[in-house]
């Protein structure tokens, strides 16, 4: 459909100009108000078919209500003022068809670039993810302001770089060039002073710290834009040209405009790493709680919760996914709350209530969780985190996959961490070498193989 609309629009044109064409040559030739109508069809043309279309239906038009439509006695009493009046309509036809293409770019541009604002806005809104946030505002920067590149880039901690956080269109030598220094860059000292400041050349501007790496980029002209967030400097974006250019004042508005996102996704980011990190602190302290029952437990969650995040990065998890790794690996264990200290201080129940018990206390730690709408992700760790590879697992017998993927990755971790530091008095702790040879031992029997060797990886 889309590739048939410019056919249809070009038929319906060319229709309106034979039509019109009729019309002025049986109404009155030249002096007919029907004439007018060609500058409907010539602004039309402009807005549907772009600036070239615009100027050849504007010359079509001429051609149309040329010489030969003129009243027959004053073509042949005065042929030098039909002349001069033909030339004056072509001119304005012209003019018409340029400026309604033009109009139209505008209009078009415009529209682009606050449906590309608004896109970035819901992104925003919808995600708290900042690496995501910011690398769509630098994709989509590149793409309305019609750049090579864009990067963003944000204060370090001590206030003496700009690291880069997110970035568009540049090559891995030179985004590995290494962080902007303040020192050595007049640029953006004065950017994070609050100008947008716009270099026609980076190659030989001395401002710019790395002109010759920005050379063998194949750079020319940057537009830089302070990032700001509750009043003070927090960062800076770059919009790169391949080709010398001077960037509008619409140009600057539109990238400062981009940089007020990016303010507001850093806060937004900001604002969830303090909840975060609220709530994990106060499930932190509730496991060492529990733990706190037995001192022989006591770390376990806290080992298992780092192992399992080692283990999750290596499988190339996303930072959500780690995220809920992190909280249910933590929790693992909560359901032994309901168990006794007989129970909790042991990995291998001898007598049959104390087996009963301890089979039961993953369920007894989904039912403390299911109150907590935010630890729902977690949920699936702490009540299947003792299933087996092999369905011989519990509380529920899950074989292979049917197991959630985060449950099967604890299970691996939870096992490693019981031998090398084991409950009560029954067992000796295991060496790491031992210990990594009981998990492999276990792979595809207790164990996801998959995992299990990306386990052994970390070692």
Known sequence: MPRRRPIVQIIVIAASLIATTIVVSVSGGTESFAINFFYLIIVYAGYALGEVGGIIVSLLAAFCCGPYLAPEDKLNDQPLLVLEETLLRTTFFWLAGVVSARVASELRRS???????YEVARTITSSLRLNQVLQTIAESATQVMSGRACAIR?????????????????????????????????????????????????????RFQYREEAKAEGLSSVLSAPLRSKDRAIGVIRIYSQRRRAFLAREEALLSAFASQAAVAIENAELYEDLH?????????????????????????????????????????????????????????????????????????????????????????K??????????????????????????????????????????????????????????????????????????SGAGTKFDPKIVAAFRSLF
């Open 154 to 206: 944000l204060l370090s901690p001590d206030g003496e770089r700009l690291e880069l956080a997110a970035e568009c269109g540049l090559s891995e030598e030179y985004r590995s060039k290494g962080d902007v220094t303040l020192t050595d860059s007049d640029l953006d000292r004065r950017v994070l002073a609050g100008a947008v400041v716009s270099i026609l050349d980076v190659t030989t501007d001395p």
């Open 111 to 117: 529209s682009a670039e606050f449906q590309t604002l």
């Open 367 to 440: 039912t403390i969780l299911a109150a907590a709408t935010f630890l729902e992700p977690a949920i699936p760790i702490v009540l299947y985190h003792h299933e087996r590879w092999d369905g011989q697992g519990f509380p529920e017998g899950l074989a292979r996959e049917a197991t959630p993927l985060y449950a099967r990755l604890v299970a691996v971790t939870n096992e490693y961490d019981h031998l090398v530091s084991p409950l009560g008095d029954h067992a000796a702790a295991l060496s790491a070498e031992q210990a990594l040879h009981e998990i492999t």
């Open 277 to 365: 990190r609220s709530y994990f602190e106060t499930v932190r302290a509730l496991t060492r709680a529990i733990e706190a029952r037995d001192p022989a437990t006591y770390g376990h969650s806290e080992r298992v919760m780092q192992l399992s995040l080692k283990l999750a990065r290596k499988l190339r998890l996303s930072q959500e996914e780690c995220e809920n790794i992190e909280f249910g690996a933590i929790l693992h264990d909560i359901g032994k709350i309901g168990l006794d200290e007989r129970a909790l201080a042991t990995d291998f129940p001898s007598e049959p209530d104390e087996e009963l018990w301890y089979r039961m206390h993953p369920m007894i730690g």
